[in-house]
T-cell receptor, first 112, second 113 residues
Framework: DAKTTQPPSMDCAEGRAANLPCNHSTISGNEYVYWYRQIHSQGPQYIIHGLKNNETNEMASLIITEDRKSSTLILPHATLRDTAVYYCIVRVSMNRDDKIIFGKGTRLHILP | DTAVSQTPKYLVTQMGNDKSIKCEQNLGHDTMYWYKQDSKKFLKIMFSYNNKELIINETVPNRFSPKSPDKAHLNLHINSLELGDSAVYFC????????????FGQGTRLTVV
C-alpha cells in the first residue's frame, strides 16, 4: 500500500503557482520523497525528489517539512501542459528489492 | 535516444493467444520493472529484475512470465490471454543503491477481445 495521502483533485489557474500537498506521516529516516506525474496515460515522468532539504530543479520545487511528515510540490508557473495526475511516493531506493508504489495521486487541472 | 523503449505500443489480440512485450533501456541501470495500469488507472508493480535476477513477483498469475536476457532488457510474455489482461503495461528502470529517479517507458496498450 502507498504510504502517502494526497487530495484526489485540484484546480489551478494558468500562470499561477500550483501547490500540491502530500502527507507521509509514517516516513522512515532513510526514505526519500519522490514526485512523478502522468500526463494522459503516458508513462510516469519523474519530477523531483528529496530527503530532508528543500529541492529545486527546472521543473518544480519540493518543500519538505522539518519533521518530514509532509511535503509540497510547487509548479511555479503552471501551464495547460501541466494538467496531469501527480504522484507523491516515499521509497528507500537503496535496496535491490526496492519498489515504487503508486497511490491514487492528485489530478491537477490547469484552468485557462 | 529514448531512455526506456517498449514495443509494441499497441497490441490487440484474441483471448487464448500468447503474446510478448519487449522493453529495452539504454541508461545503464541494473534494475527493471513491469507495471500494470488497469482501466481504473491504478499503477501496480508486477515484477522487478536486478542484473537479470528476479527480485519482486507481486502475486501475478503464472501466465505472465518475465524474462531478462541481460540487464538492459526485460521482456514480458503472457500465455492464454484473458479479457482481464487488457491494460496498459509500463516498463521502468532504475539503479539500485542510488537515490535517483526511475524512468518509465511510454507503455503498451494491450486489448484482449
Amino acid at each position: 500500500d502507498a504510504k502517502t495521502t494526497q487530495p484526489p483533485s485540484m484546480d489551478c489557474a494558468e500562470g499561477r503557482a500550483a501547490n500540491l500537498p502530500c502527507n507521509h506521516s509514517t516516513i522512515s529516516g532513510n526514505e526519500y520523497v519522490y514526485w512523478y506525474r502522468q500526463i494522459h496515460s503516458q508513462g510516469p515522468q519523474y519530477i523531483i525528489h528529496g530527503l530532508k532539504n528543500n529541492e529545486t530543479n527546472e521543473m518544480a520545487s519540493l518543500i519538505i517539512t522539518e519533521d518530514r511528515k509532509s511535503s509540497t510540490l510547487i509548479l511555479p508557473h503552471a501551464t495547460l501542459r501541466d494538467t496531469a495526475v501527480y504522484y507523491c511516493i516515499v521509497r528507500v531506493s537503496m535496496n535491490r528489492d526496492d519498489k515504487i508504489i503508486f497511490g491514487k495521486g492528485t489530478r491537477l487541472h490547469i484552468l485557462p | 535516444d529514448t531512455a526506456v523503449s517498449q514495443t509494441p505500443k499497441y497490441l490487440v489480440t484474441q483471448m487464448g493467444n500468447d503474446k510478448s512485450i519487449k522493453c529495452e533501456q539504454n541508461l545503464g541501470h541494473d534494475t527493471m520493472y513491469w507495471y500494470k495500469q488497469d482501466s481504473k488507472k491504478f499503477l501496480k508493480i508486477m515484477f522487478s529484475y536486478n542484473n537479470k535476477e528476479l527480485i519482486i513477483n507481486e502475486t501475478v498469475p503464472n501466465r505472465f512470465s518475465p524474462k531478462s536476457p541481460d540487464k538492459a532488457h526485460l521482456n514480458l510474455h503472457i500465455n492464454s490471454l484473458e479479457l482481464g489482461d487488457s491494460a496498459v503495461y509500463f516498463c521502468a528502470s532504475s539503479q539500485a543503491g542510488y537515490s535517483g529517479a526511475a524512468f518509465f517507458g511510454q507503455g503498451t496498450r494491450l486489448t484482449v477481445v
